[in-house]
Structure formats: structure tokens, C-alpha cells
């Protein structure tokens, strides 16, 4: 009797698995976005789908959508609204169900919601509204984060912020020449940093004088900072 039931459990146990393994229609994406008007924002977007049984997929066609409008797909004949012509990009390759979308020129009207279509000719078709992105427009970009440190015969200054844009990163400019590094790290799953960092050999005049950080944004936006080196 008691192997019976464990046989029976077991048996539960391998369907469930492999209905679990056929998946759901859902889709992975943030519920919002901040961006800076004017710059670019990356949709990251992963979606699954129930696995046919028995059909062999290998044609896939996506589509971002806000309302009834295309935004994006990744069908490059396709002509987009003149809202969003130029300025959208599919970064997703469909067949690793990643659907992530560039949204360039960021505008007012842009708060969305969006949210992506799949279209499978020989098998379904699915809107996941269900997981909808919705865009924070913002008007100004924060100043950036400044820290410095002084040893004795060496500066380093730090400069950094966060975006919504790794394509396009922030691009940095300083008040005083040396050597200038610059690296990007992922915070999460849509927002970056991207920092600059200046070295260089002090002098006299450097000292009780503004050291000035300067981040040029995608759009033309521009956000500084700036302190005060002080003598040893």
C-alpha cells in the first residue's frame, strides 16, 4: 500500500514538473522608469510563453505597443508611427525570449503605458497587459555624486551618476586636466552608474580653488558639481 501511494505521489509529482516547465504567458518588466526628457531610456523585458508540445518555433514577431500605437518591433520593414519613427530600437533577440526595447528623445508624452506583444504564426499570439511599463519623465537631471581624496603628491576625484541609458551613457568633463578613467556598473535591473574618476599631481594653485564636475546628458542636458580642495 505504501509503495502504491509513493508511486501515485511520484506520479503527481513528474506532471506537475512538466507543466511547470511549459511555462505561463508572463512577461518580466519594471512597473516604472524614471528618464530624463531628452535623453534615452533601455526597457529591459523578458517574457515566457507555454511551450507547444509538439511544434518546433522558429519564427517570432514582437511588438511594444502604448494603447493602440506600435512603438517598436522587430520586424525592420515595419513603419512606425511618425510619433516613435527613429527614435525606438529593438534590443531583444526574440528567440532567447528577450524583449528588451531603447526609447530615444525622451518626451513629455512618453509616460507610456507600454507593454509588449508576441506573435507566433505557427503556434499564439499574446498582449501581456498584464505587465505594463510606465515612464517617469524628468525634467532636470540630479547633480552628481562628488567625492574626492588627497595624499600627499595625489588628487583622485570621483564623479558619478545613475541613468536609465546604458547604450548612451552620460559623458563627463572636469574643471582640471590629468588622468581620466570612466566605468559603468548595473544597479538593477533598468537603472546604471556611470562614473568618471580624475587623477592628477597637485599644485599650489589647485588648492582653495573649485574642482568642477561636468555630466553632459543624451538630449543636451547638462548637471554639475564642484568642491573645494583643501590645503594638507
Known sequence: MELKLWFSLLFLHVIHDAQSSRGLWTADVPTKIPALQGSCVV???????PKPASKLLNRWRGFWRKGNKIVATNLPKWKLNEEY??????????????CTMLLDGIRK??????????????????????????????????PPSLSVKVDDDKVTASCSVSHSCPSIPPEFSWSRSGIVTRRSKKLNKWKWETMSTLTF?????????????????RGGKQAKNSTILQTW
Open 201 to 217: 599631481q597637485p599644485r599650489p594653485s589647485d588648492f582653495n580653488k573649485h574642482l568642477n564636475c561636468t555630466v553632459l546628458y
Open 85 to 98: 519613427k527613429k527614435r525606438t530600437q529593438f534590443l531583444g533577440n526574440l528567440k532567447t525570449r528577450n
Open 43 to 49: 526597457i529591459p523585458c523578458t517574457y515566457t510563453y
Open 109 to 142: 508624452s512618453d509616460v507610456g503605458p507600454f507593454y509588449f506583444r508576441i506573435e507566433m504564426p505557427q503556434y499564439k499570439s499574446y498582449s501581456y497587459t498584464k505587465n505594463m511599463v510606465s515612464i517617469e519623465v524628468l525634467r532636470d537631471p540630479q
